[in-house]
């Protein structure tokens, strides 16, 4: 993912000018360094661009050491060690000096500046105009230190004894028909995904579809989501008070939603929905699912069509996946002692899965097929492989 050349400075030439990743050119990269402040004030081994290619290298290699890590994001510059000969390799403690200089707000507003859909309008993303996105929670394990546990906390268990490692909260914004993350927030796991929720909306506009499980749903939650523009599909738990207003040829119905019993008797500000309701069968297991949504006409969205769309929603799981398991390895704990270092450290590894879903979009539009017929892995080891390059894959910008 590192590539050479095309950064021209003012100034004595660095070997940390030659390097960037994938969709994350260096013009962006230096734009929100300097709008987040987090540029050096003189000259040094290890500049701000440097280090934010580092956080990221460090989710591509994150079972190595830091030391390891560096030199496998400047492997491709090995050919110009003939102009750069006086360049040392930072012992460990100036790479997490640096780091710490660089801060979590970097890293953040760099992933939300790039992180922007780009399923192709009529593939198996949309549902007729609208992009089908999901939003879901999951956690990740972090380093055990009194930090972290303090910032972030720890599972409970059903023992005397404390659960392994402290853990954060992550939601997310994701694209079903690339598993790419639109958007994130990250928190501590007192923290409920409900009430991340109003993080993301902001991200939520008319082109999106919307799919959410029972635990987002409330009266303040829809109504805002709704208010974006974008249309909304969210499963509900059967104790819903949900009655039938009328119902319809395709086998669903339309009722009101209230913010509060005492408005439901008032008639106060209801809110028309769409419920669907269906059952799935998987072996000997039935399930029970009612959605409701804000598409009101059966005849532009048929029941049938919803409850299928809705099946899609479980991408976000095989996202969440790629991120926690296949790039950063199975068991593996996020190495970061600090809490801004974790917050930091999550932030790269959303820059790098986003950049490696973007890279399969582009092939994928190339040869008009599926993204998610790409294997993530691969594409995960060649993007590794591509860093000891002469030069790496140059960034597109999908779209």
């Not at 013009?27 to 280090?51: C, F, K, N």
């Not at 110009?80 to 710490?100: C, D, N, S, V, Y």
């Not at 989501?225 to 509900?236: D, N």
Request: proline share 6%; with cysteine.
């Amino acid at each position: 993912m590192a590539r050479s050349g095309g950064v021209t400075r003012e100034g004595p030439e660095r070997l940390s000018d030659h390097v960037s990743i994938g969709v994350f050119p260096p013009d962006v990269v230096d734009a929100v360094i300097e709008r987040t402040g987090a540029a050096e004030q003189r000259t040094r081994l290890l500049p701000s661009r440097l280090m934010v290619y580092y956080v990221m290298s460090l989710a591509l290699f994150s079972a190595g050491s830091y030391e390891e890590v560096m030199r496998s994001l400047l492997a491709g510059m090995e050919w110009l060690t003939g102009r750069f000969g006086e360049w040392q390799m930072p012992t460990k403690a100036a790479i997490f000096k640096a780091r710490t200089r660089l801060g979590s707000t970097v890293m953040a507003e760099l992933f939300a500046e790039v992180a922007t859909p780009f399923a192709a309008p009529d593939g198996p993303g949309f549902y007729k105009k609208w992009r089908l996105v999901a939003v879901d929670g999951t956690t990740l394990d972090l380093a055990d230190t009194p930090a972290n546990e303090r910032a972030y906390g720890r599972p409970g268990t059903t023992t005397d004894f404390k659960s392994a490692y402290p853990q954060a909260r992550v939601l997310g914004l994701v694209e079903c028909g690339t598993h790419a993350v639109l958007s994130a927030v990250v928190a501590g796991l007192s923290t409920s995904e409900h009430d991340l929720y109003p993080a993301l909306q902001a991200d939520l506009d008319a082109s999106m579809l919307l799919m959410a499980d029972r635990g987002f749903f409330s009266y303040t939650a829809w109504t805002d989501s709704a208010g974006t523009g974008a249309a909304l599909l969210w499963r509900v738990k059967a104790s819903n008070l949900l009655p039938v207003v009328e119902e319809l040829a395709d086998g669903s119905y339309l009722s009101d939603l209230y913010a509060s019993p005492k408005d439901r008797r008032k008639d106060t500000d209801p809110v028309r929905v769409r419920v669907i309701e269906y059952t799935v069968t998987t072996g000997e297991e039935v399930s029970g699912f009612r959605l409701i949504t804000t598409l009101l006409d059966p005849e532009a969205a048929p029941a049938q069509d919803l409850a299928g769309a809705y099946a899609r929603r479980w991408e976000i799981e095989s996202s969440f996946d790629e991120l926690k398991t296949r790039q950063r390895g199975p068991g593996m704990v996020l190495g970061s002692k600090t809490p801004g270092g974790v917050l930091q450290e999550i932030y790269g590894h959303l820059c790098v899965h986003y950049a490696i879903r973007s890279l399969i979009g582009s092939v994928a539009r190339h040869f008009e097929e599926d993204p998610l017929r790409f294997s993530f892995t691969r594409t995960l080891r060649a993007a590794k492989r591509s860093l000891a390059g002469r030069p790496a894959f140059s960034p597109s910008t999908p779209g």
